[in-house]
């Protein structure tokens, strides 16, 4: 134990009479229940004196009781889960509220600028959308005029084959005419 409450993993297997791979299992399924473990500048677990009654809790029910882990890990962590570390968490909550007030102002900033690139982003979805549109409209505009002058063509060929057969008729009526028999 290098400070007083503060205990280093090595010294809560030996207090236990645990394997690290053991301890470190427990950790991960009181974490996962929400139980908070103080950590070091190197993400490295510290214990507490409330840590150690907490673990020793979960071994009388995993070891002693034969419970299995996720069960003891929620029982524990449900029990426990107000519990805060004594000393080790007071010393370091100035740092920590520093760490958090420049994690929130980056994280603002960063809503900020995605707030921005979205504005951007609407702006050319409606550029985008209304050039389609136009688009559309004129497509529509040359397809009617397309079909007015494809109606136009088909009336002037209908008109014309009339005129043709009206033509080819009298041709016919003057030479039945001439040659009539009579």
């Given at each position: 134990m290098d400070i007083d409450g503060i205990y280093s993993p090595k010294d809560m297997?030996?207090?236990?009479?645990i394997g690290d791979s053991t301890l470190r299992k427990w950790c991960?399924?009181?974490e996962e229940q929400g139980y908070c473990f103080s950590r070091t500048e190197n993400n490295k677990r510290?214990?507490?004196d409330n840590d150690l009654i907490v673990l020793k809790h979960f071994r009388q029910l995993v070891q002693?009781?034969?419970?299995?882990?996720?069960?003891?890990s929620i029982i524990v962590a449900t029990k426990y889960k107000g519990l805060k570390s004594t000393s080790f968490q007071s010393e370091n909550s100035k740092d920590d509220n520093r760490s958090l007030n420049t994690d929130?102002?980056?994280l603002f900033s960063e809503i900020e600028h995605l707030k921005e690139l979205n504005k951007q982003l609407l702006l050319r979805l409606d550029e985008q959308n209304e050039y389609i549109f136009n688009r559309l409209n004129n497509m529509?505009?040359?397809?009617?005029?397309?079909?007015?002058?494809?109606?136009?063509?088909?009336r002037e060929t209908q008109e014309t084959q009339k005129l043709i057969a009206a033509a080819t008729e009298k041709k016919k009526g003057f030479w039945k005419?001439?040659?009539?028999?009579?």
């Open positions: 297997t030996d207090i236990l009479n991960i399924a009181l510290l214990f507490t002693v009781q034969n419970m299995n882990i996720n069960n003891a929130f102002s980056r529509e505009d040359r397809i009617t005029k397309r079909d007015e002058r494809l109606m136009q063509v088909l005419k001439l040659f009539k028999k009579e």
